[in-house]
Nanobody
């Protein structure tokens, strides 16, 4: 059974930084694309960043140059370093794990961690 546990959220002033972590249990981390998404009340969940097994990354335009996604396969953990935070970055951030096994797509979500950017 795969479980994703996020941590690192909190309250930060504009311009500040946070490092989000997502620890994954289970045996598919090494073959999974990992991602971070975020959601604010009343809006759809949106992609923030993804990282493939080979380390290729993809970012939403709104976070390019400010956020960095990385992974540590030895620790089954994915990180999101968030810098130069803006009030509009306030959201619940969710970790996502996706893998394809024998033509079947497996997808899992964490419970989310709140990031609030406010002075």
């Amino acid at each position: 059974q795969v479980q994703l546990v996020e941590s690192g959220g909190g309250l930060v002033q504009p311009g500040g930084s946070l490092r989000l972590s997502c620890a994954a249990s289970g045996s598919i981390f090494s073959i999974s694309t990992m991602g971070w998404y975020r959601q604010v009340p009343g809006k759809q969940r949106e992609l923030v960043a993804t990282i493939t097994t080979g380390g290729s990354t993809n970012y939403a335009d709104s976070v390019k140059g400010r956020f960095t996604i990385s992974r540590d396969n030895a620790k089954n953990t994915v990180y999101l370093q968030t810098n130069s935070l803006k009030p509009e970055d306030t959201a619940v951030y969710y970790c996502n794990e996706m893998a394809r096994i024998f033509s079947k797509t497996l997808e899992y979500w964490g419970q989310g961690t709140q990031v609030t950017v406010s002075s």
